[in-house]
């Protein structure tokens, strides 16, 4: 099953470091809860958007990390990960997002498909959301619009091969 793992630059660092990230893992999947949400039938044609959907949910959970990290470079990172559908369980709680699954494996960087990372255009606006991604969460209209500031900039792609260098050039 493919998951999206928000994660740092930290996090990243110990994926290219050590070559795996312990489990177990929050990230965010193609699950029947978010199928429902979108009230998509037709999992051929929609897997695309809905994983797409999952990987924002995921970004949005990396500011939540970044707020927790101060050592971070303030850019959004998520992992893109192929997993056993064993070790996957949809997390079924009205206080998490939809999508949302606990990995009970270790992702390895051979698991990893790609990494999707702000640019440095967006740091500004990732820092600012960082500060008030609680008090959005929360409900704050405030908050939210800054937190939509950061969620406009789109994240850019780096294949598994290419995380190592990338991370190098942050």
């Not at 998951?3 to 660092?13: D, E, G, Q, W």
């Not at 990893?112 to 959005?136: F, M, W, Y």
């Not at 500031?149 to 942050?170: S, V």
């Amino acid at each position: 099953m493919r998951v999206y793992l928000p994660a740092t630059t930290s996090v990243l660092r110990t994926l290219v470091d050590d070559g795996v990230l312990p489990g177990p893992h929050t990230a965010f999947a193609v699950t029947p809860q978010l199928r429902d949400f979108y009230e998509l039938s037709d999992a051929e044609a929609d897997t695309e958007e809905l994983e797409y959907a999952a990987l924002l949910a995921a970004a949005r959970a990396s500011l939540r990390l970044l707020d927790i990290d101060p050592m971070a470079i303030r850019r959004r990172v998520v992992l893109a990960a192929d997993v056993p559908d064993a070790a996957v369980t949809p997390l079924d709680d009205p206080d998490t997002d939809r999508g949302a699954v606990r990995v009970e494996a270790d992702i390895a960087v051979q698991d990893v498909a790609s990494a999707h990372i702000d640019g440095p255009d967006a740091e500004d606006d990732v820092r600012a959301a960082v500060n008030v991604v609680l008090e959005a969460d929360l409900g704050s209209e405030d908050a939210q619009f800054v937190v939509d500031q950061a969620e406009g900039h789109e994240l850019a792609w780096y294949a598994r091969q290419e995380i190592g260098p990338a991370l190098d050039l942050l």
